[in-house]
């Protein structure tokens, strides 16, 4: 019963980043703006919260350090989609090369003799990513500003054509999107306890798996995010089984050959946004 208990909190920690990255995925998508760029996003801010958290020992400066961090290169996608019309696709991969290269210079320089990051409670971060589904839902549905940013995302020339500003929505979502990556990522830190160079570990890609199996709807991604965070915790608990013998790398590419048995499976019950992608 104890082994069940742990299992089912270990894969509820695990699920936790991946579904405030994949809601702040859904603000971006759903304003009509692709973003593959929430892998970089998450591992800038993990990055950005270890360093300033470890540093001044202080876990709320690590993480406005780490939303700060992931708001800014939201803001930079935003400016590279919309003000210059660069593809989404080719801006969100710039982006995460951006971040791979910044962190690992940032962790070098500046991370090297730290500390382990001093944080907030996993439960804390877990709960925040529940509340975010939850208000999505709703907000999206009864908000005026979710409403405007459903209609942009499904037709931006009519949003123009009935007095909205398509650019300024997505700036907005674009922010809301780095706040909710920034948490993901000092969720990450704090469940290490350290930075260390790629340590996402494609968390951002299965969070925009989970994303699309959830039809770009908050509720039924929350739970594509949960299966993800169980399927995860198995591979863990396959490796600490001495019954199992097989190479660890095996039950390490199990989360990501589950994403892509999932996406190849996937029958589309909501299309995506229409207006995904389009000026």
């Not at 005026?144 to 942009?152: K, W």
Request: aromatic share 10%; hydrophobic share 50%.
């Amino acid at each position: 019963m104890d082994s069940l208990k742990s299992f089912f909190l270990t894969a509820c920690i695990l699920a936790a980043p991946l579904i405030l990255a994949a809601m702040g995925g859904l603000l971006s998508e759903r304003s009509g703006v692709m973003n593959i760029a929430l892998e970089g996003k998450m591992l800038s801010a993990a990055c950005a919260g270890f360093i300033v958290s470890s540093t001044t020992g202080n876990p709320f400066f690590g993480v406005l350090a780490g939303i700060a961090a992931a708001v800014l290169l939201s803001l930079l996608h935003a400016v590279l989609t919309q003000t210059y019309k660069i593809d989404h696709i080719v801006s969100g991969m710039g982006i995460n090369a951006i971040a791979f290269g910044g962190t690992r210079f940032f962790r070098e320089k500046f991370g090297g003799d730290q500390a382990a990051a001093a944080s907030f409670s996993v439960w804390l971060y877990a709960g925040l990513g529940l509340v975010a589904a939850l208000f999505l839902a709703w907000y999206v549905r009864s908000w005026r500003g979710g409403v405007r940013l459903m209609a942009v995302g499904e037709d931006p020339e009519k949003s123009r054509q009935n007095g909205l500003d398509p650019v300024l929505v997505r700036f907005r979502a674009l922010i809301g999107t780095g706040i909710l990556c920034g948490l993901a990522g000092c969720l990450i830190v704090t469940n290490a306890g350290s930075f260390s160079d790629g340590m996402t570990a494609g968390k951002g890609y299965i969070a925009l798996a989970a994303l699309i199996l959830g039809g770009w709807r908050p509720l039924p991604t929350l739970f594509a995010c949960i299966a993800f965070g169980f399927i995860d915790g198995v591979q863990i608990l396959f490796q600490g089984s001495k019954g199992l013998a097989l190479p660890s790398e095996a039950y390490t590419a199990l989360p990501y050959l589950a994403t892509l048995l999932a996406l190849s499976l996937w029958k589309q019950q909501s299309p995506a946004p229409d207006g995904l992608g389009k000026p």
